[in-house]
């Protein structure tokens, strides 16, 4: 319901009564004097008076006054009167014009005034949000009421108390690449954060760090540039690498990974990102301060990274590790395996990968490798256990992600980004997933400790044969 309040200002008889009526505190309309007012219509709706409910005893006791009873009255009489048909349509009328008569300051107008100036303080009620909620396409929660208040500091307040800090609650994520001078070069990735923000009930929004400008030299050449750069990655809730070729920004991303390790912020790297999260634990735990990757360094003496193709190894074309693949899980309590039990996805792969002969070094240090393919000597997932999220993928999980049906390990950097992976990951153990060969509880094949069942399960899990494994 609308409500057109029309109102005169210090002169009367302009014609307000032409289109609504007059405000008089008479009972009987009907008796009132044509010579004063005109033919007096008098209108279906009846109603009571502030002293018939006193004399009722509907005040139990209490002294009736001007403020609040009479202004309650008019209020209720209005809403009663706006809420009856009026034509053989079912249902109140779209609108509902009130006149506000006689002249600004009249004391008989007086009650009146007031009343309509509290009217307008009034709350959408509920049948009014559900009909917006309807007709926008906004939820009902979303929906929020900024009525008149008397100080502007009370709407701070008043959104307060609706929740709508809840309804607009950001997720920072800060991207640092090589790229960001063009945000299309990163769109499935921006896609797929954006799909895990509104499963998260989160607004995304993306600082983009140029991954050289948080290098030393940045610092020498361009103040300023450094100083932004390592203040978008210092206010982020989360940080989030993303692939790329070539050592332009590589020592920058190593950085971040650093930051994000030290401060427990969450992480996930992507393809190279993995790669330079686990050239910098080597180098800040494992002490080898020339760890890096062949592709950077071909001649590092601790390379973290090789050059592993599945074709030629003299030749770059045609040796990128293309199409889905299995990665195997290398039990069921990792954090991805539980967010991968709630969403399943294809993935891709690279031909760059972390040294399989400094894999143990680099778990007895601490980090977990929790995915692996076939073979078990491509490293396919890389986390740190006792971290908030600390997640790196060799694959591109980007690329499945959708609507409704975000990327497991972009759906958790956001919810550890914004307090809800807990809550998230207990529900990995049951949740059953939308899969491209139909319906299925994700099921797994696990390494290591997993236990035989006596109907041949490993923990009572099965192969999907989906082209994932967990």
């Known amino acids: 319901m609308k409500y057109v309040l029309v109102t005169g200002g210090v002169v009367s008889g302009l014609g307000k009564g032409v289109t609504a009526s007059n405000p008089y505190l008479n009972s009987d ?4 004097s044509p010579f004063e007012h005109g033919e007096v219509f008098v209108l279906d709706d009846g109603g009571e008076s502030v002293i018939d409910k006193e004399r009722r005893g509907d005040y139990l006791g209490q002294t009736v006054q001007v403020v609040p009873h009479i202004t309650d009255a008019i209020q209720e009489w209005i809403e009663r009167v706006a809420a009856i048909p009026v034509d053989e349509n079912e249902g109140p009328a779209d609108v509902c014009v009130i006149e506000l008569g006689g002249t600004i300051g009249d004391i008989e107008s007086m009650p009146f005034i007031e009343a309509l100036g509290q009217f307008s303080y009034r709350e959408l009620d509920g049948n009014v949000k559900e009909k917006l909620s309807r007709f926008c396409h906004v939820q009902i929660e979303n929906i929020i009421t900024l009525y008149d208040v008397s100080n502007i500091w009370h709407v701070p307040l008043l959104l307060r108390d609706q929740k709508a800090h809840e309804a607009i609650l950001k997720v920072r994520i800060a991207m640092v690449g090589k790229y960001t001078g063009l945000t299309d070069s990163y769109l499935s990735v921006l896609k797929a954060l954006l799909h895990a923000s509104v499963a998260c009930h989160r607004k995304l929004c993306v600082d983009w760090v140029p991954a050289s400008d948080l290098e030393g030299a940045t610092a020498e050449e361009n103040p300023d540039s450094y100083e932004n750069a390592w203040k978008l990655l210092k206010g982020a809730d989360g940080i989030l690498v993303p692939g790329g070729f070539g050592d332009r920004g590589v020592e920058g991303k190593i950085l971040a990974a650093k930051y994000a390790r030290e401060n427990r912020i969450p992480f996930l790297g992507i393809c190279l990102g993995m790669q330079i999260a686990v050239i910098e634990f080597a180098r800040s735990v494992l002490g080898l301060r020339n760890a890096n990757s062949t592709e950077f360094d071909p001649n590092t003496q601790n390379p973290c990274v090789i050059f592993m193709p599945e074709g030629s190894k003299t030749h770059m074309g045609g040796t990128m590790r293309l199409g889905s693949r299995r990665t195997y899980f290398q039990g069921s309590s990792s954090k991805s395996a539980k967010l991968y039990m709630l969403n399943a996805a294809d993935l891709k ?5 972390v040294n399989p002969d400094m894999v143990q070094r680099l778990e007895d240090a601490g980090l977990s490798f929790t995915g692996k393919d076939e073979t078990g000597r491509r490293m396919e997932i890389v986390e740190l256990p006792n971290h908030p999220y600390f997640v790196g993928v060799q694959f591109h999980p980007e690329f499945k992600s959708r609507p409704g049906k975000p990327s497991a390990v972009f759906l958790g950097l956001v919810a550890a980004a914004c307090g809800q992976l807990d809550a998230l990951l207990k529900k990995g153990a049951t949740k059953t997933c939308r899969m491209s060969n139909g319906s ?6 696990l390494y290591d400790n ?6 041949g399960s ?4 099965y192969r999907n044969g989906n082209g994932l494994h967990v």
């Open 458 to 461: 490993l923990d009572g899990i």
């Open 29 to 32: 309309a009907g008796t009132m």
């Open 450 to 455: 997993a236990t035989k069942l006596a109907n």
């Open 349 to 353: 792969g690279s031909i760059f990968l």
């Open 440 to 445: 299925s509880t994700i099921k797994g094949h």
